[in-house]
T-cell receptor
Framework: SQQGEEDPQALSIQEGENATMNCSYKTSINNLQWYRQNSGRGLVHLILIRSNEREKHSGRLRVTLDTSKKSSSLLITASRAADTASYFC???FGPGGYNKLIFGAGTRLAVHP | EPEVTQTPSHQVTQMGQEVILRCVPISNHLYFYWYRQILGQKVEFLVSFYNNEISEKSEIFDDQFSVERPDGSNFTLKIRSTKLEDSAMYFCATLLAGAVNTGELFFGEGSRLTVL
């Protein structure tokens, strides 16, 4: 299937530390997106990286994309307790796919004060 | 900041009953989607909708499901005869016109459906 898969499934760190989450997928993509979900809430878009991009930054977020390995990573630097949430990668792969996103299972991040 | 609004936030229904979930998209967004998330599982694509017709649908979106935009504003998901396995959080998402394949989806807060 085209599903993205994240690892680790769960990550527990202290405030101030960096958090790295990885995502792998199976076929060629148009773009890859990362979303955040607080418990019981909706999905919030964090960052989009296109298939011809290798790295992108947004504030404390850094995303890399390696299309040869079909993988992406999300780095959150200087984490805060408020970063505690689940993080999902989502791949958009179809030509004219109308943004049919395929989500991974997510990484549950816990940042302890 | 503009947002996607979903109602109801939570609905409890009996198996076999019809349910309608409603979404008010961000104005000038022209692509609409429904996704669902069974508790503790992945977010799954259900259907995409553009220009008053379905663009794409998943295997989950069978004959029990339908979508429409009856009044040009609300975007609805109807489940005709609910089953226990339809219990999930249903998310509406919208996309700005011209941003297909390059833009972010804006998700609502979700409608939690519990089928008893």
């Amino acid at each position: 299937s085209q599903q993205g898969e994240e690892d680790p499934q769960a990550l527990s760190i202290q405030e101030g530390e960096n958090a790295t989450m990885n995502c792998s997928y199976k076929t060629s993509i148009n773009n890859l997106q990362w979303y955040r979900q607080n418990s019981g809430r909706g999905l919030v878009h964090l960052i989009l990286i296109r298939s011809n991009e290798r790295e992108k930054h947004s504030g404390r977020l850094r995303v890399t994309l390696d299309t040869s390995k079909k993988s992406s990573s999300l780095l959150i630097t200087a984490s805060r307790a408020a970063d505690t949430a689940s993080y999902f990668c989502a791949t958009d792969f179809g030509p004219g796919g109308y943004n049919k996103l395929i989500f991974g299972a997510g990484t549950r991040l816990a940042v302890h004060p | 900041e503009p947002e996607v609004t979903q109602t109801p936030s939570h609905q409890v229904t009996q198996m076999g009953q019809e349910v309608i979930l409603r979404c008010v998209p961000i104005s000038n967004h022209l692509y609409f989607y429904w996704y669902r998330q069974i508790l503790g599982q992945k977010v799954e694509f259900l259907v995409s909708f553009y220009n008053n017709e379905i663009s794409e649908k998943s295997e989950i979106f069978d004959d029990q499901f339908s979508v429409e935009r009856p009044d040009g504003s609300n975007f609805t998901l109807k489940i005709r005869s609910t089953k226990l396995e339809d219990s999930a959080m249903y998310f509406c998402a919208t996309l700005l016109a011209g941003a297909v394949n390059t833009g972010e989806l804006f998700f609502g807060e979700g409608s939690r459906l519990t089928v008893l």
